[in-house]
């Protein structure tokens, strides 16, 4: 148990479907991020979110939206997505010390969803 | 743009030795550098966290050196054990803060 659930873990949706990914953390952090696994390449960092605002987006596509509606849930809705977008999505949360940059805290990994576009 | 390459891809070592995972990154103006671990349907899990100022940490068995001019990092894990299978990611966060990641080790130790 990481304190970082998402959900669903496997979600299997055609091109033109509009689907949402829910990630929630229980650690009371102020932070959290969404990224991409591919397979045979890095983790990409997509999203980041630091106390509801959104403090950076590493040029992803407009077919993912992020919404955070409070610090301890993070969602990213998705449509009319690509083959190309199958992957492993990952959520992960942090902490925002005072004075401290938010480089330097240890992020704390959900499970994430396993997406296929079919 | 800054290029984080782990060698090997993959590693295969009999339960009890001690190994060496390697890490090496283009640009050397970093801010800090992370190893993870990340099992199978998993998300990551954070292992060490070494500040750009820091030549090492440790941790248990894990131990992390930093080598900023040349670029390099290694994770050394001691008397290796079956639980330690799993895939071990290097991160580094350049000095406008941008993480980028490598595309992991898979590490197997047989009993």
């Known amino acids: 148990e990481t304190g970082v659930t998402q959900t669903p873990r496997h979600l299997v949706m055609g091109m033109t479907n509009k689907k949402s990914l829910k990630c929630e953390q229980h650690?009371?952090?102020?932070?959290m991020y969404w990224y991409k696994q591919s397979a045979k390449k890095p983790l990409e960092l997509m999203f980041v979110?630091?106390?509801?605002?959104?403090?950076e987006n590493n040029s992803v596509p407009s077919r993912f939206s992020p919404e955070c509606p409070n610090s301890s849930h993070l969602f990213l809705h998705l449509h009319t997505l690509q083959p190309e977008d199958s992957a492993l999505y990952l959520c992960?949360?942090?902490?925002?010390?005072?004075?401290?940059?938010?480089?330097?805290?240890?992020?704390?990994f959900g499970d994430g969803t396993r997406l296929s576009i079919l | 743009k800054q290029e984080v390459t782990q060698i090997p891809a993959a590693l295969s070592v009999p339960e009890g030795e001690n190994l060496v995972l390697n890490c090496s990154f283009t640009d050397s103006a970093i801010y800090n550098l992370q190893w993870f671990r990340q099992d199978p349907g998993k998300g990551l899990t954070s292992l060490l966290l070494i500040q750009s100022s820091q030549r090492e940490q440790t941790s248990g068995r894990l131990n992390a050196s930093l080598d900023k001019s040349s670029g390099r990092s290694t994770l050394y894990i001691a008397a290796s054990q079956p639980g330690d299978s799993a895939t071990y990611l290097c991160?580094?966060?350049?000095?406008?803060?941008?993480?980028?990641f490598g595309k992991g080790t898979l590490l197997t130790v047989n009993p």
């Open positions: 991160a580094v966060r350049s000095s406008n803060y941008k993480l980028t």
């Open positions: 650690l009371g952090h102020n932070a």
């Open positions: 992960a949360s942090s902490q925002k010390l005072l004075g401290e940059s938010l480089s330097n805290q240890p992020q704390h």
């Open positions: 979110y630091n106390f509801k605002e959104q403090t």
